[in-house]
């Protein structure tokens, strides 16, 4: 099994609209979590962390479910700009990275 | 001046040529790490560098070969490589290694192998 799983997708929705995804880790001594964003042929960058409380940044909302072990991520009034493969992000001291889900945004 | 910085961005090698991949943080982080990355793949963990020491070593084939002089300065050694090394080569560095903080990639080397 995967240490990190995620729907690669794509994710095609026009914008204005709101888009979700999840993402399952299999090590539940996994402290820390975060969402990464990488866009095309460019390197990863810190999107945002996710707190067990959930976390809310703008339009991105991350919330974590310890429990059944998957965290998410919201995105609402999608922007063109939101265009990019969004990486989850996995620690348990060393972070382990999922393949990441495609989301286009389109006018 | 972006945080962590590679050099260079692309790079296209015979099997039988030998080069090397350079990274530089200007973070003042005490870990570094080597990330492969292939299409539709997860980043691959390579090697970690803590205080200049190699701390972990991923199983990765001895045709590659890190290189960590000072905590700033991190160097991927490449020789004889195969195809299916092309891939996106990814250096970041964290602050801590063993902390659970993000950490923060340089540019990357796009390598294509020929």
């Known amino acids: 099994r995967k240490e990190v799983e995620q729907d690669p997708g794509p994710f095609n929705v026009p914008e204005g609209a709101t888009v979700a995804f999840n993402c399952t880790y299999s090590?539940?001594?996994?402290?820390?979590f975060f969402w990464y964003r990488q866009d095309c042929r460019k390197e990863p960058k810190l999107l945002m962390s996710?707190?067990?409380s959930g976390n809310e940044d703008g339009r991105f909302t991350a919330q974590l479910n310890r429990a059944s072990q998957y965290i998410s991520l919201l995105i609402r009034d999608s922007k063109l700009s939101d265009s990019a493969t969004y990486l989850c992000v996995v620690s348990e001291g060393k972070l382990s990275f999922g393949a990441g889900t495609t989301v286009t945004v389109r006018a | 001046e972006t945080g962590v910085t590679q050099t260079p961005r692309h790079l296209v090698m015979g099997m039988t040529n030998k080069k090397s991949l350079k990274c530089e943080q200007h973070l003042g982080h005490n870990a570094m790490y080597w990330y492969k990355q292939s299409a539709k793949k997860p980043l691959e963990l390579m090697f970690v560098?803590?205080?200049?020491?190699?701390?972990e070593n991923n199983s990765v084939p001895s045709r590659f070969s890190p290189e960590c002089p000072n905590s700033s300065h991190l160097f991927l050694h490449l020789h004889t490589l195969q195809p299916e090394d092309s891939a996106l080569y990814l250096c970041?560095?964290?602050?801590?290694?063993?902390?659970?903080?993000?950490?923060?990639f340089g540019q990357g080397t796009r390598l294509t192998v020929v």
């Open positions: 970041a560095s964290s602050p801590f290694r063993t902390e659970n903080t993000e950490a923060f």
């Open positions: 996710v707190y067990s």
């Open positions: 560098y803590s205080l200049e020491e190699r701390v």
């Open positions: 090590n539940s001594a996994s402290q820390s």
